[in-house]
């Protein structure tokens, strides 16, 4: 393995003392303005970075930003979202020659252990927080902390108390670091759920079972939440329209599906919170010999190119999920850059009616 260059090597290369290449690089005085400029074209020809701690004790910015994933991570490799999401982010983030650091770990307190560490050590200058949570720690942890963040598909920073240790059981913050707001980047998860729900009932579908994903997602309670309300203002109670919740996953999707399914009132339609549950739903459908959409109508909550290439193609929740994460990347390098802290709309989702849909069967009862 290549030996990283050390100040040392670019002394020796530009011809100067160390402590002369200790000024140049952290801009402080003492050497001239070619001595300077020699300097730092050294470095850069030797590909010197200066590391963590170095910039920790500096108080300079890392040049890079957070995003930890706290999910199973048999269902990350399957699911289109997050790699849109991640193309949107990184588009920002590359054009402002910032860099992304990602992690994935085993639940929330692995995500908060690995802000602390981050924090400690200064290794990003900003956080992005995906799946918001019912009772979440994690912004209240990351205001203590002083961690800029943006916590996509949150209607906003909690208002609540903090469910993690308060300020004596933290070790204070890095110098020049105090508390920093929470911004959020807003997803209409309700508005989207009641297009779903209109198109359903207006085919005549009065039984419907919502397959969710995870049941701690805040995302998912309020899609949970808008499908009770709209089905009830339709005069629809929980034995006609209801939720079953998964891990994301087609495995957990098509147990749902084949569960639902054999029961003596079975739905009519079935609405999957992702792209990949919607598939295998179809493909245990087709498998009990049902017919999509004449026997059973399917939609997906995320559009995707499998279900424009699934046959019968899926109906679906369109949305700009590339654009949802580079209004994330956007805000928090604004906030970054002493922008004040807010919440953003992403675009509403629009639902795509396909082949996948269709009026209820006309033999079915309510």
């Keep these: 393995m290549a030996r990283r260059p050390t100040i040392k090597d670019i002394a020796r290369r530009a011809g100067v003392s160390e402590s002369a290449v200790s000024f140049a690089l952290n801009d402080r005085p003492g050497v001239s303005r070619d001595t300077r400029a020699r300097i730092r074209r050294v470095a850069e020809e030797l590909g010197w970075q200066a590391n963590s701690a170095a910039r920790a004790l500096s108080g300079e910015r890392s040049g890079a930003v957070g995003l930890v994933l706290a999910r199973p991570a048999h269902t990350l490799g399957v699911e289109s979202f997050f790699l849109q999401l991640v193309s949107g982010i990184q588009e920002v983030l590359s054009a ?24 400690a050590e200064r290794r990003v200058d900003g956080v992005l927080v995906v799946d918001p949570r019912t009772g979440d720690p994690r912004p209240a942890l990351l205001a203590e902390l002083g961690l800029p963040a943006v916590t996509i598909g949150e209607p906003g920073p909690p208002t609540g108390p903090s469910e993690v240790p308060g300020p004596s059981a933290l070790p204070g913050p890095p110098a020049g670091i105090g508390t920093s707001p929470v911004s959020a980047v807003r997803a209409d998860d309700a508005g989207a759920m009641a297009q779903v729900l209109e198109h359903l009932h207006g085919l005549g579908h009065r039984r419907i079972v919502h397959i969710a994903g995870l049941p701690g997602l805040a995302h998912t309670v309020r899609r949970m939440e808008s499908l009770r309300a709209e089905a009830e203002r339709r005069g629809l109670g929980p034995d006609h329209v209801r939720s079953v919740v998964t891990d994301y996953s087609d495995a957990e999707g098509a147990a749902a599906t084949r569960r639902v399914l054999a029961e003596p009132r079975p739905p009519t339609a079935l609405v999957y919170d992702n792209d990949v549950m919607a598939v ?65 709309e992403s675009e509403r989702p629009r639902l795509e009616p396909r082949e996948s849909t269709a009026p209820a069967p006309a033999h079915t009862d309510s």
């Design 280 to 344: 295998a739903g179809s493909a245990v459908a087709a498998e009990l010999g049902i017919p999509v959409p004449h026997g059973l109508s399917i939609v997906a909550w995320d559009d995707s190119a499998l279900c424009r290439v699934t046959h019968p193609r899926l109906t679906a929740l369109v949305r700009d999920t590339a654009g949802f994460g580079r209004l994330a990347a956007e805000e928090l390098l604004s906030v970054l850059a002493g922008g004040p802290a807010g919440v953003r």
């Design 96 to 119: 402002a020659r910032t860099a992304l650091l990602f992690q994935v770990v085993e639940d929330v307190d692995a995500e908060c252990a690995v802000y602390r560490r981050w924090w």
